[in-house]
């Protein structure tokens, strides 16, 4: 058997395998899953690239952006849709953050700039606590209020 026969076989195994894991459901099951990292990977290569001083700083932007994002929508595909109803004000802030990297690694040190990227940022933390307040805020309430009970109780001067 000579070395271009042995090499077909491989390639005819290789191929028979991506096939058969074709049709268990792996290729689906891994899509399904991973499908943000479509996402990641070209914010992350926009950041290397513009490290590795190929692109402009400008580049920066989407980096930002597409790496947020896909953050957020991996944390939305793994741990479930229903933390978008809390997550949904980090949306702007993947904006805030390539600002912010525009601003810092750029050229530009414009005050505009900054004022735009910690604004978007501080609104958009802002909503979010507001999101968390807005749906678990009544057991915070709650809990406040049964700790002052509490401490008003056991602090009372004893009068016997």
Do not use: C, D
Request: net charge positive; proline share 4%; glycine share 12%.
């Amino acid at each position: 058997m000579n070395r271009q026969s042995a090499a077909v076989g491989i390639g005819i195994v290789a191929v028979g395998l991506i096939i058969l894991l074709g049709k268990l459901g792996v290729f689906a099951y891994i899509g399904a899953v991973f499908w943000p990292l479509f996402i990641l990977i070209p914010g992350v290569l926009l950041h290397v690239l513009y490290f590795g001083r190929m692109l402009p700083s400008a580049a920066l932007i989407p980096a930002g952006i597409l790496t947020v994002v896909s953050v957020l929508l991996l944390i939305g595909n793994w741990f479930g849709w229903g933390l978008m109803k809390y997550l949904w004000p980090l949306f702007p802030f993947a904006v805030a953050v390539g600002l912010y990297e525009f601003y810092v690694f750029g050229y530009s040190r414009s005050k505009q700039l900054w004022t735009t990227a910690v604004g978007l940022a501080v609104l958009s933390l802002v909503a979010f606590f507001m999101t968390l307040l807005w749906t678990w805020g009544i057991y915070l309430l709650a809990a406040a209020l049964i700790g002052v009970g509490v401490w008003l109780v056991l602090r009372r001067p004893r009068t016997w």
